[in-house]
């Protein structure tokens, strides 16, 4: 299928989940979408349309939290990335890994650095941080206060 043909039929076909639709350049379009719509348009651009999943980043807005899933349209040479944003006061959506594996320690990643739940996720336990890491404590927060006064976390400065 070509580039517009793609783009226009994500936003017929799920024009009641998107939020916000920017078409930024000829690789890359942003779909903004309602957080529970996630697995199905997720499912569709993965298994119908034959993207590929690149990875997905989290973002502390400040006012919420944001993630970004990235998919690649190798074949039209096409990244469509799927914003979420989710209000602080219930960090959880659904987990992809029960659509495509490539999504079990990205969302691991997510989970331990910002605090967001991925629901359904088979094994959300630590994957980057210590064993003694502070519960509830969440690095990539922009509230993140540092917890340990022996620690050095200058960042090689």
Not at 6 to 22: G, H, P
Not at 68 to 86: A, Q
Not at 88 to 115: C, H, N, Q, T
Request: negative net charge; hydrophobic residues 40%.
């Amino acid at each position: 299928m070509e580039r517009e043909k793609v783009l226009a039929d994500i936003q017929e076909r799920f024009k009641a989940d998107i939020v916000d639709f920017f078409d930024k350049s000829p690789a890359r379009a942003y779909v903004e979408i309602k957080p529970s719509s996630l697995v199905k348009i997720s499912s569709y651009i993965f298994k119908d349309l034959g993207a590929r999943f690149g990875i997905a980043s989290g973002l502390d807005a400040r006012t919420q939290m944001e993630i970004l899933y990235h998919f690649i349209c190798e074949d039209i040479n096409l990244v469509i990335s799927l914003r979420v944003k989710l209000d602080k006061s219930k960090l959880e959506i659904d987990s992809l890994v029960p659509i495509f594996k490539a999504a079990d320690w990205i969302e691991r990643e997510i989970y331990e650095m910002l605090g967001i739940n991925f629901k359904g996720h088979p094994d959300l336990r630590k994957f980057l941080l210590p064993e003694d890491w502070p519960k509830g404590v969440y690095p990539l927060r922009a509230d993140y206060k540092e917890w340990d006064d022996k620690a050095i976390r200058d960042r090689g400065a």
